[in-house]
Nanobody, 122 residues
Framework: QVQLVESGGGLVQPGGSLRLSCAASGSIFGINTMGWYRQAPGKEREMVATITIAGRTVYADSVKGRFSISRDNAKKTVYLQLNNLKPEDTAVYYC????????????????WGQGTLVTVSS
């Protein structure tokens, strides 16, 4: 099986910064696109940022210029640097990885982490 474990969430004041990490483990043969998503209370889950294995990135308009996604392929880890945080960034942040693993029957399947809470409040 494959497991994604996020860390780095917490309470931060407006204008502050956080760095989220998500590490994949298990019988993994390959990871394609990795990404961060978030879900605020009462709202649907939305894409925040994604990064391909080649390093190409996509950001939601609401976080462009403030958030930065990166990955370490050797460590099977994706990061999200959150700067200039705003109260509207408050949400549970989830990572996702398109993963080829033992049991995925030769396909890259999306695997989700359990989420980490980011709260932006004064």
């Amino acid at each position: 099986q494959v497991q994604l474990v996020e860390s780095g969430g917490g309470l931060v004041q407006p204008g502050g910064s956080l760095r989220l990490s998500c590490a994949a483990s298990g019988s993994i043969f390959g990871i394609n696109t990795m990404g961060w998503y978030r879900q605020a209370p009462g709202k649907e889950r939305e894409m925040v940022a994604t990064i391909t294995i080649a390093g190409r990135t996509v950001y939601a308009d609401s976080v462009k210029g403030r958030f930065s996604i990166s990955r370490d392929n050797a460590k099977k880890t994706v990061y999200l640097q959150l700067n200039n945080l705003k109260p509207e960034d408050t949400a549970v942040y989830y990572c996702n990885a398109e993963t080829l693993y033992s049991g995925s029957w030769g396909r890259y399947l999306g695997v989700w982490g359990q989420g980490t809470l980011v709260t932006v409040s004064s």
